[in-house]
């Protein structure tokens, strides 16, 4: 396992604005990243992580929520979102800034699990956001793209941590 360096929005030529591709085969290479993510995500501090945030153009999640062992989704799909409520969000690739915004309050997400299973997540609160904000970043979404405008965005100190998402 290893730690990768977690891409920025202002670095040229990223992953984060492209659509991530569907993973067709769970191979060694699938869990080798999974297990790399997982491991970066923790040492940011964060608690969701997509591929493509550490450059890899693949459809892979992983999320590590407050007392939960570490989850990895791969091909997440949402399937359903309801309830609207604004949450308070910041991201790894877009550090010492949160924003405001609305996302649905629950969830169903369908995908595979790192063996390969077919699941399906209900979520609500934090995981429901971490979701969506994941599977944002495989469709190339950033959550500023949801803000009203740039000016909703509030600095933070390097040592507060976001509060949600990532």
Known sequence: MGLRPILALNQAETTLR?????????DSAIQRLIDDMIETMYAA????????????????????????PPAALINPELVRATGRRPMEEGCL???????????????????RD??????????SELLAQALQHEIDHLNGVLYV???PS???LRRIEPAQSAPAAE
């Open 145 to 147: 793209d949801h803000l």
């Open 18 to 26: 492209r659509r991530a591709i569907k993973v067709r085969v769970i």
């Open 45 to 68: 501090p964060g608690v969701g992580l997509a591929a493509p945030q550490v450059g890899v153009s693949l459809r892979v999640i992983v999320l590590g929520m407050p007392g939960e």
């Open 93 to 111: 690739s877009i550090p010492g800034y949160l924003g405001e915004l609305e996302r649905a309050d629950r969830v169903i997400v369908k995908g």
């Open 150 to 152: 740039l000016d909703k």
């Open 114 to 123: 790192r063996r390969g299973k077919e699941v399906r997540w209900r979520a």
